[in-house]
Structures are given as structure tokens and as C-alpha cells.
């Protein structure tokens, strides 16, 4: 089961970009790097998916080396409202609703004025 | 989130009353989840259905039980409330393999 390991925590200044690490050495062939976003008292949302290499959309990049046993979330240009919890996913979406995604705890990202 | 509804919003209940959430979805996703939220633990599945009649137990799904008779809802029951099952919860939508999960914006459920 390719669970994941993140930082609990990071701060980031207003402006800079930020860049979330997660770890999944036992990631498998058939398996998808996604990341959530969640806001207090909200559902998490959808970021970005990907397999390998890097996947930029209109609010991040996804950077995914050769190996795959990690991956990079990058938010460009943080502002306040980018304050959040975020979850790195891994796990085979074909088969999604088998027992094999873990959300773990996440990385919370505060920004700083 | 469009598409995804959960109710009631917030709910408090005794101990040893018998609880149900229900979400409700116009998306049409094959694949319904539910998850419970509780500090230090992250998001964890309790239960996901992936077709009307057909569901399958999370990592925990201990004194829950699920429903789905109809592609669009989903039902929650605590049989017998306990206090360690207040939480948020969440309920979710997908239909892979394109994107990920859509979440509705929780139940906040309080046993007392």
C-alpha cells in the first residue's frame, strides 16, 4: 500500500513560492500522485494529479522525478488565502474504491503577511 | 462543491440513538465514498460504494453501515451512537479514471 509521508507543517512569507514534498517509496506501477486542498470547515479540493514528470495547472505544478518515490507540489506567488491543509494522494484511480488511498494527515501551509 | 450535497450540516445526538447522513449527488459518478475527519488522524474511508447495491467496508467501517438504492444517494447510519464517532464527515464522488475525488462540505455530527 503506498501510504505517504508529508511535513506537518510549513510556513511561507506572502509572494514566495512554496514547494510541498511528499514521500511514497513503495508507489506501484498502475498508481496516480494527486493533491487535495482543504480550507477549515470545507471538503477537500482538487489540485492536480499526475503520473510522471511535471503537470502544471492554472494555480500549481506537480513535479514528479524519474523514480516516482516522491513528488513536489509547487504554488507559485503564495498569498494569504493559499493558507490551507494539503494532502498528497497515491493510489492506482482505476481502482478507485478499493481500500488502497490514504489521505495521511497533510501538510498545513500558513502564510505569512 | 456543485453536485454534492451532504445532510444535515451539523447534527447532535445521544448516545445510543441511531443516526443518518445522507449525501446526495447529480453527477452521476459511479463511486460514492464516506469518510470521517478527526484531528490527528487526517481523512479516514469509512465505507464507498462503487454501484447502487454495492458496497464495501474502508478502514473504518466498525459501527457503521451504508446504503445506496439510487445512484444519486448515499446513506450513512450509526446503528448506536457512541461518542468516539463524533467527527466530521465527509462524503465524496468519483469516476475514474479521469480526475480525482469531489467532496461535499461535511456533516458535523456531536454525541453527547
Known amino acids: 500500500l503506498a501510504k505517504t509521508t508529508q511535513p506537518i507543517s510549513m510556513d511561507s512569507y506572502e509572494g514566495q513560492e512554496v514547494n510541498i514534498t511528499c514521500s511514497h517509496n513503495n508507489i506501484a506501477t498502475n498508481d496516480y500522485i494527486t493533491w487535495y486542498q482543504q480550507f477549515p470547515s470545507q471538503g477537500p479540493r482538487f489540485i492536480i494529479q499526475g503520473y510522471k514528470t511535471k503537470v502544471t495547472n492554472e494555480v500549481a505544478s506537480l513535479f514528479i522525478p524519474a523514480d516516482r518515490k516522491s513528488s513536489t507540489l509547487s504554488l507559485p506567488r503564495v498569498s494569504l488565502s493559499d493558507t490551507a491543509v494539503y494532502y498528497c494522494l497515491v493510489g492506482d484511480m482505476q481502482r478507485a474504491g478499493a481500500n488502497n488511498l490514504f489521505f495521511g494527515t497533510g501538510t498545513r501551509l500558513t502564510v505569512i503577511p | ?112
Open chain 2, 1 to 112: 462543491d456543485a453536485g454534492i450535497t451532504q445532510s444535515p450540516r451539523h447534527k447532535v445526538t445521544e448516545t445510543g440513538t441511531p443516526v443518518t447522513l445522507r449525501c446526495h449527488q447529480t453527477e452521476n459518478h459511479r463511486y460514492m465514498y464516506w469518510y470521517r475527519q478527526d484531528p490527528g488522524h487526517g481523512l479516514r474511508l469509512i465505507h464507498y460504494s462503487y454501484g447502487v447495491k454495492d458496497t464495501d467496508k474502508g478502514e473504518v467501517s466498525d459501527g457503521y453501515s451504508v446504503s445506496r438504492s439510487k445512484t444519486e444517494d448515499f446513506l450513512l447510519t450509526l446503528e448506536s451512537a457512541t461518542s468516539s464517532q463524533t467527527s466530521v464527515y465527509f462524503c465524496a464522488i468519483s469516476e475514474p479514471p479521469a480526475g480525482g475525488y469531489t467532496f461535499g462540505s461535511g456533516t458535523r455530527l456531536t454525541v453527547v
